[in-house]
């Protein structure tokens, strides 16, 4: 099933050029995009207008700091446990386990777990607990971006959605003990 999966997305590459200009945009740079999005909402949305009593202003900016670390330490730390985990696992990429694969972007290194979808799911997440509908949004950003990669040709699908758990439980994890809200 992993495979067939995978054939029928990757089967979208290499059709047009506009497509795969698309396809490669999503699954390379939009991911960028993404963060700088997620930095600029975390910096820039306050949750209540200014208020005249300091200790209220101070727990607000305190807050907002929680969120910042929480967001991006999350998506670091699933990021370096991906890593890891590519090492231990050892899969091939299906460019590597399939003759007939010829990816649209360059990768190298192991393929199980994304570390795309890892550190995309452990932000999108992290967000989600901080501001629930901005939440939803990014988990779309991060879905997008895995299924892009799995049209490229750069990952299985249990690939995208192993980087997805594993970002997930982080994101988890990280909110218990940073403690949002």
């Known amino acids: 099933m992993n495979n067939q999966i995978f054939f029928f997305l990757y089967n979208f590459a290499h059709q ?3 497509l ?4 490669i ?7 960028y995009l993404v963060i700088v999005l997620a930095m600029v909402f ?18 607000i900016y305190l807050n907002k700091w929680k969120e910042i670390g929480l967001v991006f330490f999350s998506g670091i730390l699933a990021w370096c446990l991906a ?17 007939n694969v010829h990816s649209l972007i360059s990768e190298s290194g192991f393929a199980f777990p994304s570390g795309h979808a890892t550190f995309y799911s452990a ?3 992290s967000l989600f ?8 949004v990014f988990m779309f950003f991060a879905f997008l971006i ?20 594993l970002g997930s439980i982080i994101a988890v994890l990280m909110n218990r003990i940073i403690k949002i809200k």
Do not use: W
């Open 20 to 23: 795969d200009k698309l396809i």
């Open 123 to 125: 932000l999108a997440v």
């Open 25 to 31: 945009f999503t699954a390379q740079n939009f991911p």
């Open 146 to 165: 895995g299924i892009a990669r799995i049209m490229v040709g750069v990952h299985f699908p249990i690939d995208i959605l192993g980087g997805f758990v």
């Open 83 to 99: 890593s890891l985990l590519k090492i231990l696992f050892h899969t091939p990429r299906p460019f590597d386990a399939f003759t």
């Open 129 to 136: 607990f901080c501001h629930k509908r901005v939440g939803y």
């Open 42 to 59: 975390l910096i820039f949305h306050h949750d209540a207008l200014p208020n005249k009593n300091v200790l209220k202003e101070l727990r």
């Open 16 to 18: 047009s050029n506009t």
